[in-house]
C-alpha cells in the first residue's frame, strides 16, 4: 500500500525486541522480506516499548529523514482529507486530518467535497497549539461554524464526516468518473496466494482516496486483465461523486476479501465515459 502510494523514505521500527528468542534471525527474515522493494535499505530500528530500548534512537532515525525530506510542496491548493468529525460543548463542530498542499488561515471560507456544503474557519490547531494560519504536511484541527457532524449513513451530505474534503470553493468540484494509471505489484503478500491473481476489467473495487473508501468499478483500456508487474490505463466509474485531482495516488481493494489488488494516480479527474476508448481520447 505504502508503495503505491509513492512513499519512498521510511524508517522500520522493529517492535518487541525483548521478547524476540534470537533477534538476529528476525532481523535477518525482516531484510528479506523487504528485498526487492522500496525499502530494502531503508534503517530498521530494534524497539521495546516495555524496555524502552531503542526509542531515542527511533526518535534520532525519524529526525533525520525528516530534515533530509525538505518541505512540504505547497502550490496554494489546500485539501484537508477528514478523518474525525465531532461535536464538544461550547464549540461545535471539528474535524481533523493532515492539510495536503496548500495553507489554510482562521477565518477562510471553505467547501466540504463532495457535498458541496459552505463552512467558516472560526478557529484553527496545529500540533495541539492554536494559529491563524496551518501550514501543509501538519496535522490539522479545524473549529467550523454553521456545520453540523453527520452521520455516515446521512445519503444527502447534510453535515461533515469521516472521508469528506475540505477545500476552497474556486478547486472544482467533485467527478463520478476519473481516467488513471493502474499498477498491479508482483511483489506477493506471504501466506495470500490471492494477492497474485490478475486484476480483471469491469471488476467492482474498493478505492481508497484520502480518508476515504467507496466502490467504482474499473474499466481497464486495450486489455481484459492486469497481470502482477503490469501498469495499463484505465477508467474508474463511480455510484456516488469523489473529489480527486490530477496527480493524486490511491489504492484499490477487494472489500469482501480484505485484500489489496493494485494502486494508481489519477490522470484525468473528470472524465469522459463515452470517450473512454475513442482514439482522441487515449
Not at 51 to 69: D, F, N, V
Not at 97 to 123: F, M, N, Y
Not at 133 to 156: E, H, K, M, Q
Request: glycine content about 12%.
Amino acid at each position: 500500500i505504502l508503495q503505491y502510494l509513492g512513499v519512498k523514505r521510511a524508517v522500520i521500527a522493529l517492535t518487541k525486541v525483548d521478547l524476540a528468542a534470537d533477534l538476529e534471525l528476525v532481523l535477518e527474515d525482516l531484510r528479506e522480506n523487504l528485498e526487492g522493494g522500496a525499502w530494502e535499505h531503508a534503517p530498521v530500528v530494534p524497539v521495546s516499548s516495555h524496555t524502552g530500548q531503542g526509542i531515542p534512537e527511533l526518535r534520532a532515525a525519524m529526525a533525520g529523514l525528516l530534515t533530509a525530506a525538505g518541505p512540504v510542496r505547497d502550490s496554494g491548493k489546500p485539501r484537508l482529507p477528514v478523518d474525525r468529525a465531532f461535536s464538544l460543548k461550547g464549540v461545535g463542530t471539528v474535524v481533523t486530518g493532515t492539510l495536503i498542499d496548500g495553507p489554510i488561515k482562521t477565518g477562510s471560507e471553505l467547501v466540504v467535497q463532495p457535498g458541496g456544503l459552505a463552512a467558516h474557519v472560526r478557529s484553527a490547531q496545529s500540533h495541539g497549539s492554536a494559529t491563524d494560519l496551518v501550514t501543509p504536511g501538519t496535522r490539522t484541527a479545524l473549529n467550523l461554524a454553521g456545520l453540523a457532524v453527520r452521520d455516515s449513513g446521512d445519503a444527502a451530505r447534510t453535515g461533515v464526516a469521516r472521508g469528506d474534503v475540505l477545500t476552497l470553493p474556486s478547486l472544482g468540484s467533485a467527478v463520478t468518473a476519473i481516467d488513471v494509471l493502474i499498477t498491479k505489484s508482483d511483489r506477493g503478500i506471504r501466506g495470500m496466494r490471492k494477492s497474485t491473481r490478475a486484476l480483471r476489467t469491469g471488476r467492482e473495487v474498493m478505492f481508497h482516496h484520502g480518508s476515504t473508501g467507496c466502490p467504482a468499478r474499473l474499466h481497464l483500456l486495450g486489455q481484459r486483465a492486469l497481470e502482477p508487474g503490469e501498469s495499463v490505463l484505465a477508467e474508474l466509474r463511480f455510484r456516488d461523486p469523489v473529489y480527486v485531482f490530477i496527480g493524486d495516488s490511491f489504492v484499490l481493494r477487494d472489500a469482501s476479501a480484505g485484500l489489496t489488488l493494485a494502486g494508481g494516480v489519477v490522470l484525468d479527474e473528470d472524465a469522459n465515459r463515452r470517450a473512454f476508448r475513442k482514439p482522441f481520447q487515449a
